[in-house]
């Protein structure tokens, strides 16, 4: 961490600073081609297919230039926190404090093993992408990519060696890909596989332990939560975004290799994948149902809404050795055959199941376009 990146006037800051709006106004020099030009006369806006997810080659040959550098947006190494109530420190445009936070600040929460909530605001994650931290006393990596509104959680372990996750200046299908600092093996983020370097073929443990929502419904939920705070050791307009609302309109900027128009390019779905599958869950319709059961690979699943967080947690529909059949009983999730009733979190609560928790799985809250462009045979569920 470079601690000079603190002082606004010093040629650090301002140098640092400078690199961070590159990616801003590569975008905004994309969005005018895209205007001069039309559509379709940009070549990397062609719909070719999309290589199979064990195409490694292929995809390491498709990863294009994000207009950065290794870093070049710079993950937070050493998260600071404040709790809920903290006194409002001075502040400024370049440096909101934790009593400044507005409730309808969208944020990805984790509750981790040893009982102590996190909330890592966006509108600080947006200007670094990656946060390395440790959670109960193991190395993790929470991801976001702001071009794919995607945020995923990876264990800090790679076959027994412990390492944390950098930017690599690329993207692939728009989507953030990450570089190991142990090996700089290339990983985009929407795959969680290395396409390249020592590392290349290996998966990444993926931690189904983000869930989406705003900073007022998680503190209400959790008020002895704590919050990233804007002691990043870097100068950033924290409280603006540096793509603007590029993820509510239609555009999308930078390549992919597989287009569908059956939704909004960025309407939010839950992406699950089970070997060579994939499944994407409609949001909108799943908080509606409260719950959704499908199947992926012959394997029954249940997406279940929490109305309080306004967010969707995906389950094998699976207890005791035995498939669970969900339906909705008024306001109650139930097992048909047994009548146990089960909470958002995946856990009986009464009836012959109690106590059972249903396993949870990695289900991405993502844009639709991207999605699909990383996984076109996706099942669709709306």
């Known amino acids: ?51 199979p997810a064990d195409d490694l080659d292929a995809i390491a040959a498709a990863l294009v230039d994000g207009g950065q550098y290794i870093d070049g947006i710079p993950p937070i190494d050493f998260p600071d926190y404040d709790p809920v109530g903290a006194p409002a420190m001075p502040s400024s445009f370049f440096a909101p404090r934790a009593g400044e936070y507005h409730d309808d600040d969208v944020i990805d929460g984790i509750v981790p093993a040893d009982g102590q909530p996190r909330a890592y605001p966006r509108f600080i994650t947006v200007w670094h992408e990656i946060v390395n931290d440790i959670i109960a006393g193991q190395p993790i990596s929470l991801t976001y990519c702001p071009l794919t509104g995607s945020t995923l959680v990876f264990s800090g372990r790679l076959d027994g060696v412990e390492t944390s996750f950098g930017t690599s200046g690329r993207l692939y299908n728009s989507n953030l890909v990450m570089a190991d600092r142990d090996s700089l093996s290339f990983w985009p983020q929407l795959l969680g596989i290395a396409v390249s370097g020592e590392r290349k073929g290996e998966r990444l443990r993926e931690l189904p332990i983000a869930v989406t929502t705003t900073w007022g419904r998680w503190k209400a939920r959790y008020p002895t939560t704590v919050v990233l705070t804007t002691r990043t050791g870097r100068v950033r307009p924290y409280r603006s975004s540096p793509y603007g609302d590029y993820d509510r309109n239609e555009t999308i900027i930078f390549p992919v290799r597989a287009r569908d128009g059956r939704f909004h390019p960025k309407r939010v779905v839950y992406g699950v994948r089970e070997g060579g599958s994939a499944t994407a869950v409609d949001k909108e319709a799943a908080l509606r149902r409260g719950v959704t059961t499908f199947e992926l690979r012959d394997r029954p699943f249940v997406a279940l809404a929490d109305e309080e967080l306004q967010a969707v947690r995906v389950f094998r529909a699976e207890a005791r050795g035995e498939r669970v059949r969900f339906v909705r009983r008024g306001d109650a999730v139930v097992d048909e055959r047994t009548g146990s009733r089960f909470s958002h979190m995946g856990i009986a609560v009464s009836g012959e199941l109690v106590t059972e928790r249903l396993e949870q799985v990695s289900a991405t809250e993502v844009q639709w376009f991207a999605w699909y462009a990383f996984y076109p045979r996706t099942e669709v569920i709306s």
């Open 1 to 51: 961490m470079d601690v000079r990146s603190r002082t606004p006037g010093s040629a650090t800051a301002r140098a640092t600073f400078r690199g961070s709006v590159d990616r801003r106004r590569f975008l905004w020099l994309a969005a005018s081609g895209l205007a001069a030009e039309g559509c379709e006369r940009l070549p990397f806006l062609a719909r070719p297919s999309a290589p």
